[in-house]
């Protein structure tokens, strides 16, 4: 019992703890990074993982809000994931579920752009954390449940034992890789329905549920995530000592 009050005691002091701004050095650093990390195929093919896990936990959540019963997440090991739910098969929410996925990377990139800036680096780990948690309980494959162990255990380690400075940087780079990596995802769609066709998307299943073609949803794909880049890259400079 000792044990357990250290760790929440711990854990508690991180979601109030205040970091002060990075220096120059660290912000552009992280920011390049980030960017190499995106851009940068051979790496970007693993990190992708993480842009698909929160891609899949969109779909979960707006799934969950809109009153649909969640039946499980799947990962695969082309960085493709799969997010099933019970309901009706068409309606807003079904629309709304089905959106869900491009936008999440960028929802929680800005999000966690506004903490870090504000000096909660910490508590943007710490909510990392518990996202992957939840993720854990909903998924339903051998190759996902991997991921998200690894992807977790990477977290907690950071989180529960590297240097205040590790932390810290480690959460502008998380950062700028879910900004800059949800555009890349949308762009990889574009390129994809213009290579295969093969109706499977997310773009392609609002164009059945809705009157807009695919195309559109796609636009509205990528003009979603880079608007949200711009937001992400303005909140996380603006505060920091340049």
Same mark, same amino acid.
């Given at each position: 019992m000792e044990e357990i009050g250290t760790v929440v005691e711990r854990i508690g002091q991180d979601l109030v703890a205040v970091q002060p701004a990075p220096s120059p050095a660290t912000l552009w650093v992280t920011m390049l990074i980030g960017v190499l990390a995106v851009l940068w195929s051979p790496l970007w093919r693993h990190l992708r993982h993480g842009v698909t896990i929160v891609h899949e936990g969109g779909h979960a959540v707006t799934a969950m809000l809109c009153g649909r019963r969640l039946q499980g997440i799947r990962l695969h090991s082309d960085t493709s994931g799969l997010t099933v739910s019970r309901g009706r098969p068409t309606g807003p929410g079904m629309v709304a579920t089905a959106f869900a996925g491009y !936008? *999440?990377?960028?929802? =929680?990139?800005?999000?966690a752009a506004l903490l870090v800036a504000d000096g909660r680096a910490? /508590? $943007?780990?710490?909510?990392?954390?518990?996202?992957?948690?939840?993720m854990l309980v909903a998924i339903r494959n051998l190759y996902g449940l991997l991921v998200i162990l690894l992807a977790g255990g990477a977290a907690i380690g950071v989180t529960w034992w590297a240097a205040p400075d590790v932390k810290v940087a480690v959460s502008y780079v998380v950062t700028w890789v879910l900004l800059l990596g949800a555009p890349r995802a949308a762009l990889e769609?574009?390129?994809?329905?213009?290579?295969?066709?093969?109706?499977?998307?997310?773009?392609?299943?609002?164009?059945?549920?809705?009157?807009? !073609? *695919?195309?559109?949803? =796609?636009?509205?794909?990528?003009?979603?995530?880079?608007?949200?880049?711009?937001?992400? /890259? $303005?909140?996380l400079t603006a505060n920091a000592e340049l």
């Open positions: !936008p *999440a990377p960028s929802v =929680v990139g800005v999000v910490f /508590a $943007a780990l710490w909510a990392t954390v518990l996202l992957l948690a939840l769609l574009a390129a994809e329905r213009r290579r295969t066709r093969s109706g499977r998307s997310d773009a392609d299943q609002l164009a059945r549920l809705t009157p807009l !073609p *695919a195309g559109v949803w =796609v636009a509205l794909f990528l003009l979603f995530t880079g608007g949200a880049a711009v937001i992400g /890259a $303005a909140a």
